[in-house]
């Protein structure tokens, strides 16, 4: 199967737009398709394998949609005395307001529309995650995104996405039409399916990209992931974070 994309034709969630009833119902779409699809219980198996208890760790989620990843995180940091600051971003005005609007009880959340391409801190992050996006992306756009990852974190990458595969076409398609069957939903998530990359692809742009002894696996529901793990510039005390200051990476 060839992977079919086009630049000039984005999924209908990606294109200009203000906020609407049908946008935040595909976005709610989406949180639920994460939520009962594997994507959560992925992002909860590496953040259990990485953080420690009683620490404090700077997170930057990119292309962050609906918010739900970063939600994911608190809600399980929450409970273990983990303190995460998450700086979430999405180049969509539209899907970063309601974004804010389904995160309210989340302080630990930042939003801010950017283009992802683009994004520029001033310190580097512990961790950055970048779930169910790459797919949006032309192939060399792709390999950027996998270099902002890598050049933004100083010790955890985490790249989750679909694997383009017949399975998941036919199992998108089914959902989309036994369930899911909101026309934007519909619509994005056949096109993702056929926009997806696959296993052996998903290798060669971390190769391009520049990474070197990462960890690239299957996961359940069509899922595969990319991560970089363990370079590690020192703890940051709690007490720093809180007090808003973030030392930069040696």
Not at 141 to 154: N, T, W, Y
Not at 178 to 192: A, C, F, I, N, W
Not at 210 to 228: E, I, K, N, T
Request: net charge negative.
């Amino acid at each position: 199967m060839r992977r079919v994309f086009d630049p000039n034709n984005p999924e209908l969630m990606d294109r200009p737009q203000p906020v609407s009833a049908e946008l935040e119902a595909d976005l709610l779409n989406l949180v639920s398709l994460n939520r009962h699809f594997g994507s959560h219980r992925l992002v909860r198996r590496f953040l259990q394998g990485w953080l420690l208890p009683d620490r404090c760790y700077r997170v930057l989620d990119l292309c962050t949609g609906a918010g739900d990843i970063p939600r994911v995180m608190v809600d399980w940091a929450r409970p273990r005395g983990i303190t995460l600051r998450i700086d979430a971003v999405d180049a969509n005005e539209a899907t970063i307001e309601i974004a804010r609007k389904h995160s309210a009880e989340y302080p630990e959340i930042a939003f801010s529309r950017a283009d992802v391409l683009k994004f520029e801190s001033a310190d580097s992050y512990d961790l950055v995650i970048c779930s169910l996006a790459l797919h949006h992306f032309a192939d060399e756009d792709a390999v950027r995104l996998l270099q902002r990852c890598r050049e933004l974190s100083h010790r955890f990458v985490l790249v989750a996405d679909l694997e383009r595969h017949f399975s998941t076409t036919l199992g998108v398609w089914l959902l989309t039409a036994l369930l899911y069957r909101d026309p934007m939903t519909q619509h994005d998530g056949r096109v993702s399916a056929e926009r997806a990359f696959s296993f052996n692809e998903f290798t060669a742009l971390a190769a391009q990209a520049g990474w070197r002894d990462y960890g690239h696996a299957r996961f359940a529901f069509c899922r595969q992931a990319l991560w970089l793990e363990g370079r590690d510039f020192g703890e940051i005390p709690i007490e720093s974070v809180l007090d808003g200051g973030l030392p930069s990476p040696a």
